[in-house]
């Protein structure tokens, strides 16, 4: 199905959404808020803001959500798929971005591809990879499926779904076993090793192989490429990240390139490829609970000196909810009110029919979309904004740390507004007079609080082809690597010595039983985009609709044939879908994507099980079993 | 900042009796851009090794036997190129009167200046002059494969193979007059390895491959270049950050194309950032 633009306000009367005048849908945004705010303490409010929109926005969101209403509350669509990359990352280096460029990636000896379906999921990325395997790099895929990243690899490496800890220890004690570890960069740039050193000793290959499926022979491959590289490169996405322990995935995958000194020089980096267009910069305007503009930590008080004096108002020195905690927030009823930006939670959080309820007992639900989506459908207003990439002028910030300059290049549909016009008008109404002369007045803003983007002026951005951050000087550029200090020879510069992580293996929580014995995971594929919400707008000679994938083996041990409409079932919920024979798959394991959750709502069935640290749910490991469909009677 | 190139010298050479000077390794045509001489190019691509098709870029070199194209010889230190010599210009007329004579040049940017420049006549051949003129191929709903106008450049088949693209969806086939791009026996785009990504369209430099959108308003007549605006902007789909140029007529975008010296994409796109915007 395809979706209409939006293009009136809408807010509810007697129940139902009725087109209203900008003035009035406002002045209910407005009003809502100020009368939970009132009741309950700004503590009450939260907003989810748009990966999809531009930096701009996400600094007037954040700005919104802690000046206007004064609380941390504040998170974004971040948090289901590369909160914990960046959780990983900035334990370890304190910077949360990817360490690399995409031009390394073609300029590097060894490509490691960790989970990761670079081929059809960022197809523009894989071109790079695939630069770097026509000048002589080896490749190496680590997934459960032989995607079309594996078809490219000289090795393919198919674990078991969730035994990512064990390979990358099983890697780890062969190194070190081999003598191939870096002694002076662990000696003089790292801490923990001797820690971590035991940890790994019992994952022997022959341990790893019983536990991840993948023979001995090829996990010392990869270990020995790997270390014996002058460069290489250790790239993931949600394969590692959709998981209930991802943050230790991401430190079990950081320990390696620890390890072995592949991190803070040119071609060697670790790249966890971002899913969406701004989740990269959404985070680093501060639209996450714990950090300001340009990922400045929240609990210093230095900094927050120095953003009360610019914004002219204390910020709350704690942490806010995250989105995971907001939805349980939502449940307990300490969270009334809340502001969706561009973000269709209903349809792409994990276990969708309890989103669903939370957000129904929610007192005042303002949505800000470009689309009628599910989420909108249940708000009490609803505010129709222009496509940031091609409506609104500003800036995206890519996987690769590049902030890039977006341009107007259409008028917004009938009443359409700009985001940051909209937010301006209700900041208005609760008694801050904001403007802004347009986007790049708000990013001036930014450079002046925010160090790491202080030296890119717009025009800078435009005659460069964009910037990478950090960019702290307006007359310099920094190297296109991150963390270079870890290899000076002045301790001083060096700075922090980066942490290795003791990690424990846990598999996923979802059991597989008699009853449930099917692993679910699920992913993209090359024409379609998340909850289908944009990738339905064009008609592309792929697409097949929704199926569930299974191997020939398990098609023709449950009897089953392709196209055969079936039931799958797990413990959550339940769906039928058509199947699709895949011989890329291996017995055990089926495939679903979600982006067609009109016609199959897949993440009925995956699990809100969530990683402590960043809160991230498990998208990728659900156990379900799949039936022929009886006729009835 | 990148550690990997060594230096390059600069070298001097001579253009119509003009000095300029140029890293090694550049080609004459980087040469004769220096110089600021207008070279007519078809074959030659800016993010493709230059595969020497066309012929029409030819350049006389001094000292040399035969006429050199300027796409890809490389220029060397001393030497003299005459881009505007009596045997180049003939060359170029040679070369524009055969194709114009068998192909559909209408959509190539500027082939009728060129023919008039060159004063190339391409009916001296008579009106029973072979052809390729054949009906376009419409097999999706994303772009269209018009042979009639297809110069065997090849530009398509590198940058969907190993130069960019790597999906290997078509190839060359066929002799002599009757070689002809085509996918696996000549199979429908969507039985084809194709998977949409435009890359061919981008490169083609007559207008053989075109967006369906933009060949269906060249068939309504609605097709205005002069009403079109450029603007590059970012793709809303993942997280790589690839750049796109919208073309927009009457506020609806009508072509998607991508900077060619952009680092993230190189100039090419996938599926989604080349043909996703119908949501706007």
């Known amino acids: 199905?395809?979706?209409?633009?939006?293009?009136?306000?809408?807010?509810?009367?007697?129940?139902?959404?009725?087109?209203?005048?900008?003035?009035?849908?406002?002045?209910?945004?407005?009003?809502?808020?100020?009368?939970?705010?009132?009741?309950?303490?700004?503590?009450?409010?939260?907003?989810?803001?748009?990966?999809?929109?531009?930096?701009?926005?996400?600094?007037?969101?954040?700005?919104?959500?802690?000046?206007?209403?004064?609380?941390?509350?504040?998170?974004?669509?971040?948090?289901?798929?590369?909160?914990?990359?960046?959780?990983?990352?900035?334990?370890?280096?304190?910077?949360?971005?990817?360490?690399?460029?995409?031009?390394?990636?073609?300029?590097?000896?060894?490509?490691?591809?960790?989970?990761?379906?670079?081929?059809?999921?960022?197809?523009?990325?894989?071109?790079?990879?695939?630069?770097?395997?026509?000048?002589?790099?080896?490749?190496?895929?680590?997934?459960?499926?032989?995607?079309?990243?594996?078809?490219?690899?000289?090795?393919?490496?198919?674990?078991?779904?969730?035994?990512?800890?064990?390979?990358?220890?099983?890697?780890?004690?062969?190194?070190?076993?081999?003598?191939?570890?870096?002694?002076?960069?662990?000696?003089?740039?790292?801490?923990?090793?001797?820690?971590?050193?035991?940890?790994?000793?019992?994952?022997?290959?022959?341990?790893?192989?019983?536990?991840?499926?993948?023979?001995?022979?090829?996990?010392?491959?990869?270990?020995?490429?790997?270390?014996?590289?002058?460069?290489?490169?250790?790239?993931?996405?949600?394969?590692?990240?959709?998981?209930?322990?991802?943050?230790?995935?991401?430190?079990?995958?950081?320990?390696?390139?620890?390890?072995?000194?592949?991190?803070?020089?040119?071609?060697?980096?670790?790249?966890?490829?971002?899913?969406?267009?701004?989740?990269?910069?959404?985070?680093?305007?501060?639209?996450?609970?714990?950090?300001?503009?340009?990922?400045?930590?929240?609990?210093?008080?230095?900094?927050?000196?120095?953003?009360?004096?610019?914004?002219?108002?204390?910020?709350?020195?704690?942490?806010?909810?995250?989105?995971?905690?907001?939805?349980?927030?939502?449940?307990?009823?300490?969270?009334?009110?809340?502001?969706?930006?561009?973000?269709?939670?209903?349809?792409?959080?994990?276990?969708?029919?309890?989103?669903?309820?939370?957000?129904?007992?929610?007192?005042?639900?303002?949505?800000?979309?470009?689309?009628?989506?599910?989420?909108?459908?249940?708000?009490?207003?609803?505010?129709?904004?222009?496509?940031?990439?091609?409506?609104?002028?500003?800036?995206?910030?890519?996987?690769?740390?590049?902030?890039?300059?977006?341009?107007?290049?259409?008028?917004?549909?009938?009443?359409?507004?700009?985001?940051?016009?909209?937010?301006?008008?209700?900041?208005?109404?609760?008694?801050?007079?904001?403007?802004?002369?347009?986007?790049?007045?708000?990013?001036?803003?930014?450079?002046?609080?925010?160090?790491?983007?202080?030296?890119?002026?717009?025009?800078?951005?435009?005659?460069?082809?964009?910037i990478q951050w950090p960019c702290p000087s307006e007359d310099s550029l920094e190297p296109p690597y991150l963390h270079g200090r870890l290899w000076e020879n002045d301790p001083s510069k060096r700075g922090t010595p980066a942490p290795f992580a003791v990690l424990r293996h846990s598999p996923p929580v979802d059991l597989l039983d008699d009853e449930y014995p099917l692993r679910l995971t699920t992913g993209r594929r090359l024409d379609s985009y998340n909850t289908g919400v944009q990738s339905s707008g064009f008609a592309s000679p792929l697409r097949r609709g929704e199926t569930v994938e299974l191997c020939p083996e398990d098609a023709e041990r449950l009897g089953l044939t392709e196209g055969e409409e079936v039931r799958i079932t797990s413990r959550r919920g339940s769906v039928t879908a058509p199947v699709y024979i895949d011989p890329a798959l291996r017995p055990g394991l089926v495939f679903m994507t979600f982006h067609f959750p009109d016609e199959v709502d897949t993440n009925s069935l995956t699990i809100e099980a969530t990683d402590p640290i960043s809160g991230t749910a498990e998208f990728k490991a659900a156990a379900v079993r799949v039936e022929k469909l009886v006729k009835a009677g | 900042m990148i550690p990997l190139q060594p230096p390059r010298r600069l070298i001097d050479v001579e253009i119509d009796g003009e000095t300029v000077r140029v890293p090694e390794g550049s080609t004459i045509l980087d040469a004769c851009a220096v110089a600021g001489k207008d070279i007519p190019t078809l074959c030659y691509g800016d993010t493709l090794t230059p595969k020497n098709a066309c012929r029409v870029c030819v350049v006389e070199v001094e000292g040399a036997r035969t006429l050199a194209p300027a796409c890809s010889r490389k220029a060397e230190k001393g030497m003299k190129v005459g881009t505007d010599t009596e045997r180049a210009r003939q060359s170029r007329k040679v070369v524009l009167e055969l194709l114009a004579s068998s192909v559909d040049l209408s959509t190539t940017p500027r082939a009728a200046e060129w023919t008039k420049e060159y004063d190339a006549d391409p009916a001296r051949f008579g009106d029973d002059a072979a052809t390729v003129e054949q009906p376009a191929k419409v097999d999706n709903e994303l772009y269209v494969r018009d042979y009639s106008k297809c110069i065997m450049c090849y530009k398509c088949v590198d940058a969907c193979g190993d130069q960019w693209q790597n999906t290997f969806a078509i190839g060359v086939a066929g002799r002599g007059f009757d070689t002809t791009i085509s996918t696996e026996f000549d199979a429908p785009l969507t039985d084809s390895a194709c998977v949409y990504c435009g890359n061919c369209v981008e490169v083609c430099p007559t207008g053989a491959l075109s967006f369906k959108s933009e060949f269906d308003m060249r068939a309504e007549g609605t097709w205005d270049e002069s009403k079109q605006t450029e603007t590059t902007t970012i793709c809303s789909y993942c997280g790589v950050g690839c750049n796109l140029t919208l073309h927009v007529q009457d506020n609806k975008i009508v072509k998607v194309t991508s900077p060619h010296d952009n680092p993230v994409t190189k100039g090419n796109l996938c599926v989604k950032g080349r043909f996703g915007y119908g949501y706007v």
């Open chain 1, 1 to 466: 199905m395809s979706y209409d633009r939006l293009t009136h306000p809408l807010v509810r009367e007697n129940g139902v959404l009725r087109q209203a005048s900008w003035e009035e849908a406002l002045e209910r945004a407005a009003e809502g808020f100020r009368r939970n705010v009132a009741e309950h303490g700004p503590d009450c409010f939260a907003m989810l803001s748009c990966a999809r929109s531009t930096n701009e926005m996400n600094y007037v969101g954040q700005k919104f959500t802690r000046v206007v209403i004064g609380t941390n509350n504040v998170d974004s669509c971040n948090r289901t798929c590369h909160a914990p990359s960046v959780a990983g990352l900035s334990a370890v280096f304190g910077s949360g971005g990817g360490t690399s460029s995409y031009q390394e990636v073609e300029d590097t000896d060894v490509i490691v591809m960790w989970g990761s379906a670079a081929r059809n999921a960022h197809p523009i990325f894989f071109q790079h990879v695939l630069k770097g395997i026509r000048k002589g790099a080896r490749m190496f895929a680590v997934d459960p499926r032989r995607t079309g990243t594996a078809q490219w690899a000289d090795l393919w490496l198919g674990l078991n779904v969730g035994t990512d800890i064990p390979l990358a220890h099983a890697v780890a004690r062969e190194i070190i076993h081999a003598g191939l570890h870096n002694e002076a960069f662990i000696e003089r740039a790292t801490s923990g090793f001797e820690e971590f050193k035991e940890s790994v000793e019992p994952w022997t290959l022959s341990v790893a192989e019983q536990v991840t499926g993948v023979p001995a022979a090829a996990i010392r491959e990869l270990a020995h490429s790997y270390a014996r590289a002058d460069r290489a490169q250790l790239c993931w996405t949600l394969g590692i990240t959709e998981h209930h322990n991802a943050t230790d995935n991401v430190r079990a995958l950081i320990n390696l390139s620890l390890l072995t000194g592949h991190v803070g020089r040119y071609g060697s980096g670790l790249s966890p490829l971002r899913g969406q267009n701004n989740v990269q910069g959404g985070g680093d305007m501060g639209a996450i609970p714990n950090r300001l503009p340009g990922f400045q930590d929240i609990l210093d008080p230095g900094i927050r000196a120095r953003f009360e004096s610019a914004w002219g108002r204390p910020i709350q020195p704690r942490y806010g909810h995250n989105l995971t905690e907001m939805l349980e927030a939502m449940a307990e009823g300490e969270v009334t009110t809340c502001y969706l930006i561009g973000e269709n939670p209903v349809q792409s959080e994990a276990d969708s029919l309890a989103c669903i309820k939370r957000l129904s007992m929610l007192d005042h639900l303002v949505v800000q979309d470009i689309f009628l989506t599910k989420t909108a459908q249940m708000a009490d207003v609803v505010l129709p904004a222009s496509a940031a990439w091609c409506e609104a002028d500003g800036t995206f910030t890519n996987s690769e740390r590049r902030v890039q300059r977006v341009r107007k290049a259409l008028e917004p549909p009938g009443e359409a507004r700009d985001d940051i016009w909209i937010m301006c008008e209700i900041a208005r109404r609760l008694g801050h007079d904001w403007h802004y002369d347009g986007a790049e007045e708000v990013w001036n803003e930014l450079r002046a609080l925010s160090p790491q983007h202080t030296g890119m002026t717009y025009q800078r951005l435009a005659d460069l082809q964009g």
